[in-house]
C-alpha cells in the first residue's frame, strides 16, 4: 500500500510536525551525546522542509532508564549539525509550548520536550485508541501536516507513532523511506545461510525476534550475546553470578528466561550461545568457562575462547544480521567481544546491522563501508527483517487512505 511522501504534502509555509528518532547514547551525567548518527541521517528530511515551520517530536530513552533525559543538548547538537538555530522548548504541549510554535515563522525549527514525559506515549496502544490521547489531540492541533521520519521507533505502536497519522494528513520522510526500501531487499534472495546476531540488553524484543526467525525459517541460525545471552544462559541451566542475574531482575527481564526455555528446547542445534565469558575482578579483565562464572563479578563481554567459534559460524554465513552489543564495549577491556565479531560481520556478503548503539562502534572502527547497510533502527530494523509490518509504516499507509 502507499505511503505519502513529502513532496506530495505541500508543506511550504506549513506547520509541520516531524517525528524523529533521537534517541542517542549519552553521558548520563553530563547529558553529552556521544553518537550523533541519527542526529546526521535525519538532516535531509529537514532541509528537505527548509521553508516549512517545524516543529521537532523525538525521545530519548524511556522511563525508569538513566539515559531517560531532557533535550536541551539534543537540540543543540542538531543546531550544530544543521547549521541554523534549533529552539529547545521544556515542555510539551502546554501554552508555553502552543505559543511557541503559534510565534514561528517558515525555515524556523523548534524541538519540543522529551515526548516520553508524557505518559501516553509510552503505552501501547492501536491506532484508533492512539488518536484520542490528549497528547495526539494538542500535538495535532499545533501544525498542519505529520512527517515520520523515526524509523527507529516505527516498531512502537505509541500514540505520536500511530495515533497522529490518523488525525492529520501524513507523510514518510526520507530516512524512513530510505531504510524501508533498503530494507525489504533482504527478503529478495538474501544469500543463506543467514545468521541473526542479537545482543545487547533489549532482551524482550530479542527473544521475540529468536523465535519468529527461527520458527519461520527466516534465519538458520542465531547467536545470542550481551544481556541476550546472559538470559539464554541462565536459561540453559548457568550460574551467571550475582550482579549479572540482578541486571536481568531490575531490567524486568525475569519471565524472558523462561520464553529463552522454550527457544532452546526447540531449537538449541540452531542457537548458538558464548562457552566462556569475561568478568570485572580486582578491577581487570579475567575470563571463566561458562560453567565457572563467579558469583560476586559482572559478565562484561565474550570470552576470547567462544570468540573463535562465534567467527567461524559468521564466516560461514552468507546473510549476518547484527543487532546489539556482545558487553559493555564503552570500557576498552570489554570491547573486544563486539569489535571482533562486528569486523567478521562485515566481511560476509550481505551485511546488515541495526541499533543505534551498535553502528556507533561500527563508526568507531572505521568499518562502516563495509556493511551493506547500518539501518538506525535497533528493535525496528529486526522487527522489520521479521517480516512484520512495522505499526508507523502501517499508519501511514492507513493515513493516505483516509486523507488521500
Ligand atoms: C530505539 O533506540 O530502539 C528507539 O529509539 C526505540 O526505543 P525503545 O526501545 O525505548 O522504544
Redesign the pocket.
Known amino acids: 500500500m502507499p505511503i505519502g511522501t513529502i513532496q506530495e504534502l505541500g508543506c511550504s509555509g506549513k506547520t509541520v510536525l516531524l517525528r524523529l ?1 533521537l ?2 547514547p549519552i553521558d548520563p551525567a553530563s547529558h553529552l551525546i556521544l553518537d550523533d548518527k ?1 542526529f546526521r541521517e535525519h538532516l535531509p528530511t529537514i532541509r528537505a522542509l527548509s521553508d516549512s515551520r517545524v516543529v521537532i517530536v523525538t ?1 530519548q ?2 522511563p525508569g ?1 538513566k539515559d531517560f533525559t531532557t533535550l536541551e543538548s539534543h537540540a543543540e547538537k542538531l543546531e550544530h549539525l544543521l547549521g541554523k538555530p534549533v529552539t529547545y522548548i521544556d515542555s510539551i504541549f502546554d501554552r508555553h509550548a502552543r505559543e511557541a510554535v503559534h510565534a514561528m515563522k517558515p525555515g524556523d525549527v523548534l524541538m519540543l520536550e522529551n515526548v ?1 514525559f508524557s505518559a501516553e506515549e509510552n503505552l501501547t496502544l492501536k491506532p484508533e485508541e492512539a488518536k484520542k490521547t490528549h497528547l495526539v489531540k494538542r500535538l495535532s492541533a499545533m501544525a498542519d501536516f505529520f512527517v515520520n521520519d ?1 524509523f ?2 516505527a ?2 505502536s ?1 500514540p505520536t507513532v500511530v495515533g497522529l497519522p490518523m488525525v492529520m494528513r501524513s507523510a514518510a520522510g526520507l530516512l524512513m523511506e530510505k531504510e524501508v526500501s533498503t530494507l525489504s531487499k533482504v527478503f529478495s534472495g538474501a544469500p543463506r545461510p543467514v545468521c541473526m546476531v542479537l545482543g545487547g540488553t ?1 532482551v524482550d ?1 530479542s527473544i521475540e525476534v529468536a523465535a519468529h526467525v527461527l520458527e519461520n525459517g527466516i534465519a538458520d541460525q542465531v547467536i545470542v550475546i550481551g544481556v541476550v545471552a546472559n538470559v539464554f544462559l541462565i536459561a540453559a541451566g548457568c550460574d551467571i553470578g550475582k550482579p549479572s542475574t540482578q541486571l536481568i531482575a531490575q531490567l524486568k527481564y525475569e519471565p524472558e528466561i523462561e520464553k529463552a526455555k522454550e527457544i532452546l528446547a526447540r531449537y538449541k542445534d540452531r542457537v548458538l550461545m558464548p562457552e566462556s565469558v569475561a568478568v570485572r575482578q580486582n578491577n581487570r579483565r579475567v575470563e571463566y568457562p561458562i560453567s565457572k562464572i563467579p558469583h560476586d563479578a559482572p559478565v562484561l563481554d565474550l570470552g576470547m575462547d567462544t570468540l573463535g567459534s562465534l567467527k567461524q559460524a559468521l564466516k560461514k554465513s552468507g546473510t549476518v544480521v547484527f543487532n546489539g552489543p556482545a558487553g559493555v564495549f564503552e570500557d576498552a577491556d570489554f570491547a573486544t567481544g563486539t569489535y571482533e565479531l562486528l569486523r567478521a560481520a562485515s566481511k560476509v556478503e550481505f551485511s546488515v546491522v541495526g ?3 551498535t553502528a556507533a562502534v561500527i563508526e568507531k572502527l572505521g568499518i562502516e563501508k563495509d556493511f551493506t547497510h547500518i539501518s538506525t ?4 530494523c529486526i522487527e522489520f527483517l521479521t517480516g512484520k509490518k512495522l505499526p508507523a509504516v502501517e499508519a501511514l499507509e492507513k493515513s493516505k487512505q483516509i486523507f488521500g
Do not use: L, V, Y
Not at 533502527?377 to 525496528?380: I, K, L, Q, S, V
Open positions: 528518532d534517541n542517542s541519527r525521545h530513552s524511556r532508564k516520553r523515526a527507529g521507533t516498531h512502537r505509541q533489549k524484543d541499533g543505534g548503539h533502527g535497533g528493535g525496528a
